[in-house]
């Protein structure tokens, strides 16, 4: 026992990786029922691994689901699938994402006031995130709101090129808008995936590209390298404050796996 809990605390040492990993157990292509998503969500939780942000991500369509379990989350993250925001004044959610109405902009909904009308909805402590593509250059966001970005998903048109992801990533570094990110991280590394025909983005890339636009470099070497020894030591030679920097705007990414993310990052040689 003595041995995992050492390993696991050497995660606090690089800040790069605390709390990047959001809970998405119910969401494709893992797609778990709710008593087996709590129960991994729950022993992740006991864990205590740091890795982890213990955010359970939840539908709003699946709250009811939810309640009718014993475990509750000591976090919850509710993704709208729904008309409006359902009542969620009995659990510890902290963050709310939403998605815009097909065939409109973010650029509209700030215009006429609907982001500041749902964000008026939701309780002080709750910060409102928008999912928009990674071409959306948008500013004057209010304060608690950010944006969230898809990375991948079901099927091969999902997966942004690098070239667009770096430029989302440049525009929010620029306007110091915080960001998360969803879907098709499966890995640390890039790499190939045949069942799909697309280059799947990593999340070490993913981490270490914010990091290159912190510093005013481009991201995009950074998010189409498979040089996995050069993204290590990248890795490794972050300075702190950059480090601090690039977490602060990229809070944390949804995987279906929480296992997964912390078994690469031991394999690297990163933890």
């Given at each position: 026992m003595r041995g995992p809990r050492l390993r696991l605390d050497l995660v606090a040492m690089n800040p790069l990786f605390e709390r990047l990993v959001d809970d998405a157990g119910l969401f494709p292509p893992t797609s778990l029922h709710m008593d087996e998503a709590l129960a991994r969500h729950r022993r992740d939780q006991e864990s205590g691994n740091p890795v982890l942000t213990h955010r359970f991500l939840c539908p709003a369509s699946r709250l009811a689901g939810l309640r009718r379990e014993s475990f509750v989350p000591e976090r919850i993250g509710l993704i709208v699938d729904t008309e409006e925001i359902p009542d969620f004044s009995d659990l510890p959610v902290d963050f709310v994402e939403v998605r815009l109405p097909p065939h409109t902009g973010l650029a509209e909904h700030l215009a006429s006031?609907?982001?500041?009308?749902?964000?008026?909805?939701?309780?002080?402590?709750?910060?409102?995130?928008?999912?928009?593509?990674?071409?959306?250059?948008?500013?004057?966001?209010?304060?608690?709101?950010?944006?969230?970005?898809?990375?991948?998903?079901?099927?091969?048109?999902?997966?942004?090129?690098?070239?667009?992801?770096?430029?989302?990533?440049r525009y929010c570094v620029d306007h110091d808008i915080p960001f998360k990110a969803t879907a098709g991280l499966h890995h640390a590394v890039r790499h190939f995936d045949p069942s799909l025909g697309v280059d799947r983005h990593g999340f070490l890339n993913l981490v270490l590209g914010v990091c290159e636009a912190v510093e005013r470099r481009d991201p995009v070497p950074a998010l189409r390298s498979t040089d996995v020894g050069g993204l290590v030591r990248?890795?490794?030679?972050?300075?702190?404050?950059?480090?601090?920097?690039?977490?602060?705007?990229?809070?944390?990414?949804?995987?279906?796996?929480t296992h997964t993310p912390i078994e690469d990052l031991r394999t690297l040689g990163i933890l």
């Open positions: 006031g609907d982001v500041e009308r749902t964000l008026a909805k939701l309780p002080p402590h709750v910060r409102l995130f928008v999912e928009v593509t990674p071409e959306t250059h948008v500013g004057g966001l209010p304060e608690r709101v950010g944006l969230k970005v898809r990375c991948g998903g079901m099927t091969p048109d999902a997966f942004p090129p690098a070239e667009h992801l770096g430029t989302f990533i990248m890795a490794q030679a972050v300075p702190e404050q950059t480090a601090k920097r690039a977490r602060d705007l990229l809070v944390s990414y949804g995987s279906c796996s």
